[in-house]
């Protein structure tokens, strides 16, 4: 059997703050392995840390700057709808591209962000930003297309996103059913890898995300769903839950890696509890930067708002009474809202000055010749930024304050694409606020308890490297998810991209295998095979 040159493991969401204890009392052996015979430490994400932004970083080496992508959905040039974003919207070369170029099979399983399927030296199947469908038949996820059939046949039913959802009182069939996936997940990484040997192989787990996102109430006391006996009972879930994906990788590893196989392990992000969700278009409405229009049925629609007649306090009703998160598309989700909703239909353009969309803070200033019906003048633009930013640094949530700073996009984005982030970007107090933009108007407070997820994502993620020049249990200080790429062609002797934001991490080599290495550089041009920007074919449901 032809053992891997190169094997890359996405945990998706892990965080040193949760696995780092169970490393220490050996109960993620593989990883504590891992870590013992090669190097580690905590990697930095990209802001903000959300999956789309931070595998689209991860898988090119660049800042969103340059490869354009700032979070699940992007504003649609002329309009202000917003779709989601996909491998052919990410405006940069994805590092396969370049070790295919330069001979190296790559095989991809479940990465976030490479729907829809391209041609590949290898094969490919998508993970995150595939649509939802019921029936994958009709979804081409896989590269060559046909993979899809055989996986199939011979490994069985195969799901891209588990259909479970944690619901009050049904922890353990949220655990139960993310163990399914993860069998399946886990035969058919090994069924492909033994089937369609390859150079370079890269996977990523889904379900570590999913189990923080919706049972972290459970672990930390201080979080307002907490409960003293519901945790008792529920608390192992999440830990059990890594022992089981720490034992896979074992079994893989053990299968089809030697000695010689460079081994990374890599979340795109951390977790942390999430204790409210900021509505900061309810924010900018009260404050009189937003506007509605004043038809009669926005003025039904925003009566029924005001007495609590939201998105939110139904999917709290819904919630209580055993339901869980539907599986309902983007597009269908949106067009519900505006219905019976105040919704982005509502909004009167010609006479709002800012608005929001997007995870974590991000606001848009409706930019005269920029916005379709922009009307804030290039004169006032810098004052009513600054005007914003000082109100949201005095917003309360009770006696605490919400946005713990405001953050320059000149400062951390870089690159052509710097344009298509917000205006106006903030760090939330600890993440443990988060806004939730995907919606005009969720609730009718501009910050209340959060629902449906009790954790939500942090910027410190993890990196563990194991392999030859590497050093045994060495604790590296300082990496980023932009650096993990650059290492990897370094490590092959593969030119790097000129226009990559990383740095070789000189520190985790040993001296003799630095010296008989040299990094080289040249320029790439090519982004995705189709070479197009938009998927509007494509049709999703929510993510993250």
Avoid at 446 to 456: A, D, H, I, K, R
């Amino acid at each position: 059997m032809k053992k891997l040159r190169c094997l890359i493991i996405g945990l998706d969401g892990a965080t040193f703050d949760l696995i780092g204890p169970w490393i220490e009392d050996g109960s993620l052996r593989t990883l504590k392995r891992l870590m013992e015979e090669g190097a580690y430490g905590v990697l930095r994400t990209e802001f903000p840390p959300i999956t789309a932004c931070a595998w689209s970083s991860f898988l090119t080496g660049k800042n969103p700057g340059k490869h354009g992508i700032y979070d699940f959905l992007y504003r649609e040039e002329g309009k202000y709808t917003s779709r989601p974003n996909n491998r052919l919207t990410r405006r940069a070369c994805d590092f396969w591209q370049i070790f295919n170029q330069y001979g190296f099979s790559t095989g991809l399983i479940n990465v976030p962000m490479t729907y829809p399927p391209g041609e590949i030296k290898g094969y490919m199947i998508t993970g995150i930003m595939t649509p939802r469908n019921r029936n994958l038949d009709r979804v081409n996820y896989t590269y060559p297309e046909t993979l899809k059939f055989e996986i199939e046949e011979k490994v069985g039913k195969y799901s891209i996103h588990p259909r479970v959802a944690y619901r009050r009182g049904k922890a353990k069939e949220l655990y139960e059913g993310l163990l399914r996936d993860l069998k399946v997940k886990s035969k058919t990484i090994q069924y492909l890898l033994d089937r369609y040997p390859t150079d370079l192989n890269m996977f990523v787990i889904g379900g570590t995300d999913r189990i923080t996102h919706e049972l972290y109430h459970f672990i930390d006391p201080n979080h307002p769903y907490y409960n003293r006996w519901e945790a008792r009972k529920n608390k192992h879930f999440i830990k059990d839950y890594f022992i089981k994906v720490d034992e896979e990788l074992g079994l893989i590893i053990n299968k089809f890696c030697s000695k010689d196989t460079l081994i990374i392990v890599m979340s795109d992000h951390g977790m942390g509890p999430l204790y409210k969700w900021i509505h900061l278009n309810v924010w900018l409405l009260k404050e009189g930067y937003l506007k509605l229009k004043k038809s009669f049925l926005t003025k039904v629609k925003k009566m029924l708002f005001d007495i609590g007649f939201t998105p939110s306090n139904i999917y709290r009703i819904l919630l209580y009474l055993g339901f869980s998160k539907s599986n309902v598309s983007f597009e269908q989700r949106d067009k519900l809202i505006s219905y019976f909703f105040l919704s982005w239909n509502d909004i009167d353009w010609e006479r709002t000055q800012a608005y929001s969309r997007g995870h974590v803070g991000q606001v848009f200033i409706n930019k005269r010749g920029r916005e379709p019906q922009g009307i804030v003048g290039e004169e006032k633009f810098c004052s009513l930024k600054r005007e914003i930013e000082e109100k949201l640094l005095q917003l309360q949530d009770k006696d605490k304050y919400v946005v713990e700073k405001i953050l320059d996009p000149d400062q951390i984005y870089k690159g052509p694409y710097r344009d298509l982030s917000a205006d106006i970007i903030f760090m939330p107090w600890k993440l443990e606020y988060f806004a939730l933009g995907t919606s005009a108007f969720v609730s009718n407070k501009p910050v209340e308890l959060c629902f449906g997820n009790t954790g939500n994502h942090r910027m410190e993620g993890i990196f563990i490297i194991k392999g030859e020049g590497i050093k045994k249990n060495f604790k590296i200080q300082e990496a980023r998810i932009v650096d993990v790429v650059v290492n990897l062609l370094f490590y092959y002797n593969l030119p790097i991209d000129k226009d990559m934001d990383c740095v070789v991490l000189e520190d985790v080599y040993d001296s003799e295998f630095l010296q008989s290495k040299k990094p080289t550089y040249q320029s790439f041009n090519f982004r995705s095979s189709e070479g197009e920007l938009s998927n509007s074919k494509y049709d999703y449901s929510d993510e993250e």
